[in-house]
Every structure is written in C-alpha cells, then in structure tokens.
C-alpha cells in the first residue's frame, strides 16, 4: 500500500474580487507532493503558480474565496484560522519569496530575523541559544563567517547571500513542505546553481518535501523527480519529469521546451509561442490556450479539456500529441 502524500491538493479553485464581477484567478486543481519528493510548477507570469502555492500556505488577502481540500501530512489545513496556520508556518510548512530583499525586513538585523523564526516556535530557547543555532544555519546555507554576518543588514548581503539566508529562515524550525518561489530569479547562472545546490541538500538533510515554482524548464530537469505545467489557472499536464521533458504531451508543455535553449540545435533559431496568456477577465470558452495552439480544432474551441491519463502523465488536451511534429525544429 502506497502511503499518503505529505501534500495533497483536491480541487482547489481561487476567485478573487474584480471590478467587473468575480475573477477565476485557479480553477479545479489537483496534484501531490510525496515525502522527500521535488514538485517543480511551470508556466508562465499569470498562470497562478504562486497563488497556487500562497493558497496552501494561507497567504491570500482576506477577499479571496479558497475552495477544495489542502492536506498537509493528513490533516485538512483550508480553513483553518489565521492562529491555527500561523502555528503550521515556519513549523510544518515555509516558503522563501521571490524576491528576499523585499521579503526580509530592513531594518532587522538578518540574525534578528533568524531567531525570530526558531524563538517563535520553541519559546524555551533562549537568546544566546538562538544565535548559536542562526549561525549554524547561516553556515549550512554556505555563508561565509556567520557569526558577523548575523549582525548585518540585508542590504549588505548580496543577492545570492539574502537566498541563502532566506533559505536558512525557512529551514530554521525542519519544515515537512518548503516552497521555493522563483528562488532563482536575477541571479547570475554560477549563484543560481549554489542556491539549487543549497535546496537539494537540506531537501536531502531534512528529508523535507520540496516545492519549486519557476519558469525555468532547465531548473525543473535539474531538480524535480514531477513537474506540474500551468496554464491560465488551470493544470495543463503533470507527470514523471524525465517522461514529460522528453515527450510532452500538451502543445503548451511542446511550446515551452521549444523556447528553451539548446546546443545540438547549432544556430537554428529559436521557436516562441505566439500571442500572450488571457487576462482573468477575458478568458476565451473552451480551452483557454487554443488561440495560440497550432493544432486547435473546432471542439478546442468550445469545450474544456479535462486531464486524462495519456501514459503515466496527466493531460488536459483533446489532442495531445498532436503539437510535438509540428513544433520540432
């Protein structure tokens, strides 16, 4: 018997309020996380993968309407009260933000921040134990003389420095879930492989479950044992990451490796999906990709694929397939 994933998330659907009536920003999703498993969600800006994440975490303002099922190591946590969440944040479940410089507060001290995290979920630490155990942190995460960095602001980090030690804040209490939002953006490649480098081991370490939220196609092959492609709010296709990379089933998914630059493609240039993702409040019927899909039929546009299991993946595509020839290069 297979056991129960750490996170499992049943249809959940996200309204937020919008001027001209209530806007679908996720639609009836479904996925898991297993133990010591590495999710990476894909898609591009608008396709709900961080709301996706901030609805597991309870982060969304007040005026969003969450519906479905959000299980976390069993236990049903969607709706919970903000004190009973508070409690699973940093403790069972974190997230480290897109952008740490905005995330961490100025005018802390970083090892202020770092103990504010392990004093907060274990009362009986004291200050000096506190410190001693933010340094510890700050040196698994790879920061160099831990002890000063403690008393330095994060403007004084650099970039890949203020990852790390958002890393070292989400990790601090041995979360089961760590969600990591983009944690890759506008770092130099070199920065970027230390910081997944950074991910993979406490994953390793802690034997915590690991969420990647990303862009990157590359970041996902190096780092997710399942991929999740998102698109306009809803799952798109999810599966193994070695059989979705190397023969996806959704023309989105065939879109998006087709952008992603590669060696054996010599000058050839590089392919694009033409057109942008749909706002909220303009989603077309059916399926909300076909303006852009080269193999949209009439039924693509009237009806709304559901996923279907199309060998060990999930699809949401009348046709899947149906793009790989036309998009090869």
Not at 37 to 49: C, D, P, R
Not at 303 to 320: E, K, R
Request: hydrophobic fraction near 40%.
């Amino acid at each position: 018997m297979m056991s129960e994933p750490l996170l499992q998330v049943s249809s959940l659907t996200v309204t937020l309020p919008g001027g001209a009536g209530p806007l679908h920003a996720i639609m009836d999703l479904n996925f898991s996380v297993r133990r010591g498993g590495t999710l990476g969600i894909v898609g591009e800006s608008g396709s709900g993968k961080s709301i996706t994440m901030l609805s597991v975490m309870g982060l969304l303002p007040r005026a969003a309407s969450v519906t479905g099922s959000v299980r976390l190591q069993g236990r049903e946590i969607l709706g919970l009260p903000n004190a009973e969440l508070a409690r699973l944040r940093g403790k069972s479940m974190a997230m480290i933000f897109q952008d740490p410089l905005t995330a961490m507060n100025p005018v802390l001290t970083v090892g202020v921040q770092v103990t504010e995290s392990l004093r907060l979920h274990d009362r009986s630490l004291s200050r000096r134990a506190a410190m001693d155990r933010a340094a510890e942190l700050l040196e698994t995460v790879s920061i160099p003389d831990p002890r000063r960095r403690l008393g330095q602001y994060p403007h004084e980090f650099s970039g890949g420095m203020r990852q790390r030690a958002m890393i070292a804040i989400a990790v601090a209490n041995s979360p089961a879930l760590l969600i990591a939002d983009e944690p890759t953006t506008a770092l130099d490649v070199t920065v970027q492989a230390q910081i997944l480098d950074v991910l993979q081991r406490m994953r390793e370490r802690l034997g915590l479950a690991l969420v990647i939220i990303t862009h990157d196609l590359g970041v996902v092959a190096g780092t997710a044992d399942r991929v999740a492609v998102m698109y306009s709010g809803r799952l798109v296709e999810e599966g193994d990451v070695t059989t979705v990379l190397a023969a996806p089933a959704h023309p989105y998914t065939v879109g998006l490796l087709a952008a992603v630059p590669r060696i054996d493609r010599g000058n050839t240039r590089l392919l694009s999906i033409n057109g942008s993702p749909p706002p909220l409040s303009n989603r077309p019927k059916g399926c909300a990709f076909h303006p852009r899909c080269s193999v949209a039929q009439d039924i693509c546009r009237s009806v709304t694929p559901s996923l279907q299991a199309v060998g060990s993946s999930q699809v949401a595509c009348h046709f899947p397939y149906g793009a790989a020839e036309a998009s090869r290069p």
